[in-house]
């Protein structure tokens, strides 16, 4: 099994269109680290202008932490796309090569090949968003420093003191994975039902687009859908920045997600081991 | 005769109590302070307001007369602007009228209440409450009502401190909500939507410690811009 996830995953850092969301993500950081870098003074200011006509301001909250939680923030939308560039193309893809035949007549279980095929695109998933986690912590630390961050969450204003940030976003990033490990399912899914990898890719984003959309709409319709929607959930890593952290509700929304990636990767495999190979 | 005299000694004593002259107590206390030149302390700053959760946060606090102020921190703090006390200067700025009220004990000490009155309108102060305690001109309790942030109190603790300034400061006020820019769906997904009143009542407390007075504090360190050190 190992031998056939490192074959995967050989697979998929031979495609060239797997770097774009790493080199998205080398470009688009420190771009918004440096303009933050400038200009950031600017945004803080306009953020905390109703508090600083009480409150004297002493001290730099313009660090790595603020920028890195500000992009985790802004690229929770813009990531999935990135993940289904790959993940949509792993069933696909072997579709559109021609190649499902033969990697199908080999010894190995058809179970086994969707797993590995799965389990790649997690690993995919992981590393992209520790390279963003690398990026935005490692090159803001470079550039501002550390120090504490201000968050705002349900009117409540929170400063975290230095030693109590770097292992909410340990947590943070790590929900993040789970999260984005559902997109990776749902275009994993729709990569089993057809042939082009391109047709997972916009179903997926557009999926996800239409549930953001439905959650946004203040309707009671849709507020009673909305627990039921998996984008939902997917920001639930800021629950990692709250005073005190809701343990309750972050194993609600972990097991959440993990139901919706086993269901979702149930759905593909059943899928796959039926599928009758015509190309 | 004695009842004559006693009727004298009674009418006299009443008058007496009538007339403090609020002016002179105000002098008394800005002449204490005046012993001091300069300052500098460090500050434990500890917020008590409901939407707002911020750590313990040390500071240093530089002072000149009549009114240089520098404030510096290792780390990030935020200290109250109105109840940011260096002096009593800084509550008695400008022309004002001072009425005296009465007399009160207030946390053991033995005040004169003076309410203060600008003459200036363009001022933030509506009208001040100032506690003084006259055996030891030393500022106890402050009651301001502002046009911007509305009605605070600073509540002044004295140690064993030879020089008129205080220990701790005890700061409460009204707090109006304070918003910052933020994501909606990080607001969606918050765990603490409460439904908070738009304005709460709030307290800042501030411990000083370390004194350093009367021993020089050039005028470079007041015109740095309230730093940081930077990690």
Known sequence: MIKLINIELYKIFKKWRTYIGFIAIAIL???IEFALQIEGHKSLDFMTRDLQQSFIFVGNLLNTYFVSYLILNSLSVHIPFLITLVAGDLLAGEATAGTYRLILTRPVSRMKIVSSKFIAGIIYTFLLILWLAIVSLGLGYLLLGTGELMVFRGGIIMVFAKNDILWRFLLAYGFAVLSMGVVASLAFLFSALVENAIGPIITTMAIIIIFLIISAINVDLFQTIKPY??????GSWSMFFDKPIDTYEIVKSTLIMLGHIAGLFGLASYIFYKKDILT | MKKVFLLYFLITTICFAQSKDPNVIIKNL???????????ADVDIKVDVTFLKVPEMKAKIYFK???KMHIESDGFAMLPKDGLYTSPLSLLGGEFTAI???????EGHNTSVVKIIPLNDKGDFILSTLWIDQSENLLCKVESTTKTNGTFTIILGYGNNKFPLPDNIEFSFNAVRLKLSHNSMEEENSNNKKDN???STGKVFLTYSNYVVNKGIPDSIFLKKAKTSKN
């Open chain 1, 229 to 234: 929607l998996f984008t939902s959930y997917m």
């Open chain 2, 30 to 40: 800005k002449d204490t302070f005046q012993k001091v030149k300069d300052y500098s």
């Open chain 2, 197 to 199: 009143p738009d304005s």
């Open chain 2, 65 to 67: 007369q009549p009114d």
């Open chain 2, 100 to 106: 005296y009220a009465k007399d009160e004990l207030f």
């Open chain 1, 29 to 31: 950081v420190p771009v």
